[in-house]
């Protein structure tokens, strides 16, 4: 059983930032891409960022280009997501999923990810 623990999360002021951290069991970790998602109440998930296994590429949604940036650290098995310029709509549980082992980073579903961490939320005031 892969677990996968996001923390982090809290309210902030729009225009604040925040540093979500997910850590990951096994020692396999550099094998697999990894990605964030988020889901707000009454929405569907959607696509955040993801990273490839290396860590030298890394693809965002539109909506979070330039603010968020994602990235890994394989020896320590974690992945983060920087999240800065937040704005209300960023308001979401923040979920950290692990890709199919070889899967592309470079996709904006779900599919490509096997393995789901319990989510952690993060609200943004106006």
């Known amino acids: 059983q892969v677990q996968l623990v996001e923390s982090g999360g809290g309210l902030v002021q729009a225009g604040g930032s925040l540093r979500l951290s997910c850590a990951a069991s096994g020692r396999t970790f550099s094998s697999y891409a990894m990605g964030w998602f988020r889901q707000a109440p009454g929405k569907e998930r959607e696509f955040v960022a993801s990273?490839?296994?290396?860590?030298?590429?890394?693809y965002y949604a539109d909506s979070v280009k330039g603010r968020f940036t994602i990235s890994r650290d394989n020896a320590k098995n974690t992945v983060d997501l920087q999240m800065n310029s937040l704005k209300p709509e960023d308001t979401a549980v923040y979920y950290c999923?692990?890709?199919?082992?070889?899967?592309?980073?470079?996709?904006?579903?779900?599919?490509?990810?096997?393995?789901w961490g319990q989510g952690t939320q993060v609200t943004v005031s106006s």
């Open positions: 999923a692990r890709g199919r082992y070889y899967s592309d980073y470079r996709s904006l579903s779900a599919g490509p990810y096997d393995y």
């Open positions: 990273i490839n296994r290396s860590g030298g590429s890394t």
